[in-house]
């Protein structure tokens, strides 16, 4: 039990040090899913299911055997990661050589190997985010004690998640708009060219930027970009 908590101990510190800015969103979730088997040492796979796509997916996994696994589940609609996810509540099978509830998931995980499961649920600030997958080749490999401490690991792995996706979120919508305004400033560059060259107005030089732009298929940015830069070199 000691030697439990203190693996829990060292799982949750390792989280809370970790800064989401360091990695990929990516490399945030593969140190989640590893740091899960610290935590939990009896797991011998482990899986975090997200939305992908708008749909419910393996979004990473320590085993390529996961995928295979979790196929069943996404194709029924039915298995217990997705019941994580969708009620907020853990799941358990600790056989699955046994028959009972998500049965084809039950057979795809015994098929490879995996004998006993348990799915947590990644609750964030705004509600579930997605469901933490162990998988353990033992028939019963999670006590009442190792629910527990998946559940006090899970929690911190939402959050640590939760910002990892802010976090790149933020800097994507940040990047988007930085690009935006380089593009229009570029097109108002264009648009003085025009004006210069053909003696139009401002909202004439932008229609000609559009119907060309349409005639010849391109972006109104890169065609913007193609007469700023005609202009440096001819200049």
């Known amino acids: 039990m000691t030697e439990n908590l203190s693996l829990l101990q060292e799982a949750l510190l390792a989280l809370t040090r970790y800064f989401v800015g360091d990695d990929t969103l990516g ?22 299911t997200l939305m992908v796509d708008g749909r419910p997916g393996t979004a990473v996994f320590t085993h390529p055997e996961v995928p295979e696994i979790d196929r069943a589940q996404y194709r029924t609609g039915e298995g217990p990661c997705l019941d994580a996810f969708r009620t907020g509540e853990p799941f358990q099978i600790k056989s699955t050589l046994e028959p009972g509830r998500w049965q084809e998931f039950r057979d795809s995980a015994a098929r490879h190997g995996v004998l006993s499961t348990l799915s947590m649920p990644l609750i964030a600030t705004q509600g579930s985010i997605g469901a ?42 940040s990047e988007n708009l930085q690009q935006a305004m380089v593009s229009r400033a570029t097109i108002e560059q264009a648009k003085g060219i025009i004006i210069a060259t053909s003696g139009c107005s ?21 065609l913007a970009a193609e007469i700023v830069a005609n202009a440096v070199r001819g200049g």
Do not use: C
């Open 27 to 48: 490399q945030s979730l593969h140190r989640v899913a590893d740091l899960t088997m610290t935590a939990l040492p009896q797991t011998d796979h482990v899986g975090i």
């Open 132 to 173: 933490l997958n162990l998988y353990a080749e033992t028939i019963d490999a999670y006590g009442d004690a190792d629910v527990a401490t998946a559940s006090t690991f899970a929690a911190q792995a939402a959050f640590v998640l939760a910002n990892a996706q802010a976090y790149w979120d933020a800097r994507d919508l």
């Open 202 to 222: 401002a909202e004439e030089a932008m229609k000609l930027l559009i119907e060309q732009s349409q005639h010849e298929n391109v972006k109104v940015r890169d």
